[in-house]
């Protein structure tokens, strides 16, 4: 229905016309035909006479308008009435919200669709104020900021993700990794073998590979396997000079042996007998007792009298000792010593006597039947789990104690990053030689030494990384070079006799090391 701004309304019933024009405040926008728009004209209609109000009045009929003014009150009392305030809803605040809209830049509300759904309320959600009117739509929300939270508790943030994205090899490091790969399983036929005969169970390129691109793209400690430099000549070169060093040094320690823990090999010669206390420390070393200094005395392990471990691997010629054990004194009160001259393979005794104590063993035993200490005086074996593991024989509780303070559960626990969470180096440092999953650890175990002790070292003159530049940029020909890194690696210093005594195994090691030179560099 359509209305102008005048309306003429003829009184033909007092014989006169009369014209009644409504003010322009009265006028009415075109309908659209929905409920609003009704109760807008209505609420303006009951404002203004109607024509047999206006007839009653020119008959003096008062009756009739007293009858309609008290209907039009009801009515209007009755459309007037508030709403009921719905149960489980906030009462209305004292202050009323803004009806101002939203001015620009303020958000919008969203669409009404959006909204029939709601996330589950959470403290701090906003609920809006009920309407106060039928006549009048409800007020936009004033977004509250800093108060909607998410349904779900965010997960503690560990600082960075667990298995970061590898940062991409630099065109040195590209060209290093090539060359290893073309030499992969010449290496496996040719460097790791055991007695230099057999291919090593224990030590394959695999896991060599796998865990040198974690120490380079990833590092520890905030240092990273050295591979080479691209803004030199030779760049490539040295980071293998780096590798083949390394390599050298390995196949003398462990790789020779197919060994991954530590082996018994301190001996007595008046008899020739093995203290089995060995495990606390050879050549009288006490592992248990190998403290960081004092500014990384926090990351060593704890020694826990209470551990109770065995060795993985051990030595295999005929009639060698048996694995490294620990354990409390309540488990092992003292021990003896191993005996490799035993005949243990003896089907004709009485009870017949069979080798058990390890796969492949002929002869020898553990004796426990009288104590014998060993160089450092021990006969017990409670809290001596320290012995070396992996390819350069991690050892003490200052070197597991950093592997598990950047590597392990340790780092895992304090928030920082740890590329094995759910590896604790000082509770099982056995892992290192026992695992499956991470067969690289025994790899990862020599490098993180590698990159603590031999590419840091400068002492006296010698500083391992100018070192090495000097004997690539010098024709990779001169002896001093290895044999200062080998002097660190056995003794702790590079110009030996320093420590214990001279390098073991000096012209052995810088034979292995021409050996893999050659091999990569051909």
């Known amino acids: 229905m359509r209305s102008s701004p005048s309306i003429f309304v003829a009184l033909s019933a007092v ?238 320690e462990t790789i020779q042996y197919d060994a991954c823990d530590e082996n018994n090999w301190d001996f007595f010669d008046t008899p020739a007998v093995y203290p089995l206390s060995n495990s606390c420390g050879q050549l009288e070393q006490s592992y248990e007792d190998y403290h960081c200094p004092e500014h990384e005395r926090h990351m060593e392990c704890e020694v826990d009298k209470s551990m109770s471990l065995k060795a993985n691997t051990h030595a295999k010629w005929y009639g060698a000792p048996g694995p490294f054990f620990c354990g409390p004194k309540s488990e092992y009160p003292e021990v003896g010593i191993w005996d490799y001259m035993y005949d243990c393979h003896n089907p004709w005794a009485d009870p017949p006597v069979s080798c058990d104590v390890y796969e492949g063993q002929r002869a020898g035993r553990y004796d426990n039947s009288k104590p014998l200490a060993n160089r450092n005086g021990r006969t017990d074996v409670e809290g001596c789990c320290w012995w070396g593991r992996g390819v350069i024989q991690t050892t003490g509780i200052c070197n597991f104690g950093k592997l598990n303070y950047y590597l392990g559960a340790r780092a895992e626990k304090e928030g920082r990053v740890s590329r094995y969470p759910k590896v604790d180096f000082c509770k099982d440092p056995g892992v290192i030689c026992s695992s499956e999953e991470h067969k690289e650890l025994k790899w990862i175990a020599g490098m993180f030494y590698w990159i603590e002790s031999l590419q840091s070292y400068d002492e006296r003159g010698f500083h391992y990384i100018n070192e090495l530049h000097k004997f690539v940029d010098g024709g990779m020909s001169d002896n001093s070079f290895i044999d200062g890194i080998s002097g660190i690696v056995n003794r702790g210093c590079h110009d030996p006799p320093c420590g214990t005594g001279p390098v073991d195994g000096l012209h052995e090691r810088a034979s292995n090391f021409k050996q893999v030179l050659t091999l990569l560099t051909k």
């Open 15 to 252: 014989g006169s016309i009369q014209l009644l024009h409504l003010p322009q405040s009265t006028a009415v926008a075109p309908s659209t035909e929905n409920e609003d728009d009704k109760a807008i004209i209505h609420h303006h209609a009951r404002h203004h006479l109607t024509l047999m109000s206006q007839r009653a009045r020119a008959r003096g009929d008062n009756k009739v308008q007293k009858k309609k003014k008290k209907k039009n009150n009801n009515k209007n009392k009755k459309n007037k009435k508030k709403p009921s305030r719905p149960k489980n809803r906030p009462r209305p605040a004292k202050k009323p919200p803004r009806t101002k809209p939203p001015t620009k830049g303020r958000p919008k509300p969203p669409p009404q669709h959006a909204q029939q759904t709601p996330t589950k309320p959470t403290k701090g959600n906003h609920k809006p104020t009920p309407s106060t009117s039928d006549d009048k739509p409800n007020p936009t929300p004033k977004p509250i900021k800093e108060k909607l939270k998410p349904n779900r508790k965010p997960v503690k943030n560990k600082s960075k993700p667990l298995n970061p994205i590898p940062t991409p090899p630099s065109p040195t490091e590209k060209k290093v990794y090539d060359i290893l790969d073309a030499k992969g399983s010449l290496i496996d036929d040719t460097i790791f073998l055991y007695q230099g005969r057999t291919p090593s169970m224990v030590y394959r390129y695999e896991g060599f590979i796998s865990g040198l691109r974690i120490m380079v793209e990833d590092g520890v400690a905030g240092g990273k396997y050295y591979l080479g430099a691209d803004d030199a000549e030779n760049g490539y070169l040295y980071g293998l000079v780096n590798v083949a060093a390394f390599i050298g040094q390995s196949m003398k």
